[in-house]
């Protein structure tokens, strides 16, 4: 199956500075990328949607200027959360699906942000 | 209410036993239903997916769909301790949006 990378797999960070996140579709190209995020115990649920070269549609209650995605090439999109607060603190997933494939995402590995 | 109902478990159970994972919904839209297996820090793996109602077999997995009751299952035959993980279902209308259950955590001991 299609492969998708994250990185870092983990970062702490200070209150009050940004992180970014790398969201690399390997071995095809993603027309369309996808951001999660997971509290523990709880599901995924869906931040944003961006498609490669146009802005983000982000679902409701997710501060668009907090969590900054760039979905610059058909392999590469990246999520920065702003200004990290501790309740930002959680699993944040992503995902990557090619043109014509209406139900199949390819999940990466998942990246562990705690913010102090 | 939630969009999706999924019982988070533990289900813990036997070596070689069947297992039988659930969820409901309640939004009619949706037409694609998934399951997910997820590893403790890892992100999730599709095992399976449905278009409408039915079922789907793939080697020791089946999974069913019955719209008519908002209810999909996922069977597991003759489990092994490889299997314990979380398994998520999830289901879309169309537009790529996946709604997921809370996952329910399925413990088989050897």
């Known amino acids: 199956g299609a492969v998708v990378s994250q990185h870092p797999s983990r970062v702490i960070c200070k209150s009050g500075t940004s992180v970014k996140i790398e969201c690399r579709s390997l071995?095809?190209?993603?027309?369309?990328m996808f951001w999660y995020r997971q509290f523990p115990k709880q599901s995924l649920m869906l931040m944003a949607t961006?498609?490669?070269?146009?802005?983000?549609?982000?679902e409701q209650g997710v501060e668009k200027d907090k969590f900054l995605i760039n979905h610059a090439s058909l392999t590469l999109s990246t999520l920065t959360v702003t200004s990290a607060h501790p309740e930002d603190s959680s699993f944040y997933i992503c995902?990557?699906?090619?043109?014509?494939?209406?139900?199949?995402?390819?999940f990466g590995p998942g990246t562990r942000l705690t913010v102090t | 209410q939630k969009e999706v109902e999924q019982d988070p478990g533990p289900l813990s159970v036997p070596e070689g036993a069947i297992v039988s994972l659930n969820c409901t919904y309640s939004?009619?839209?949706?037409?694609?239903f998934m399951w997910y297996r997820q590893y403790s820090r890892k992100g999730p793996e599709l095992l399976m997916y449905?278009?409408?109602?039915g079922n789907k077999e793939d080697g020791r997995f089946t999974a069913q769909v019955d719209k008519s009751s908002k209810y999909i299952s996922l069977f597991i035959r003759d489990s092994q301790p490889s299997d314990s993980a979380t398994y998520l279902c999830?289901?879309?209308?169309?537009?790529?949006?996946?709604?997921f259950g809370t996952g329910t955590r399925l413990l088989v001991s050897p």
């Open positions: 995902s990557a699906s090619s043109a014509g494939e209406t139900y199949e995402q390819y």
């Open positions: 071995d095809f190209q993603a027309t369309t």
């Open positions: 961006s498609n490669e070269g146009s802005k983000a549609t982000y």
């Open positions: 939004n009619s839209a949706f037409q694609y």
């Open positions: 449905t278009y409408s109602s």
């Open positions: 999830a289901m879309d209308s169309g537009f790529q949006k996946l709604v």
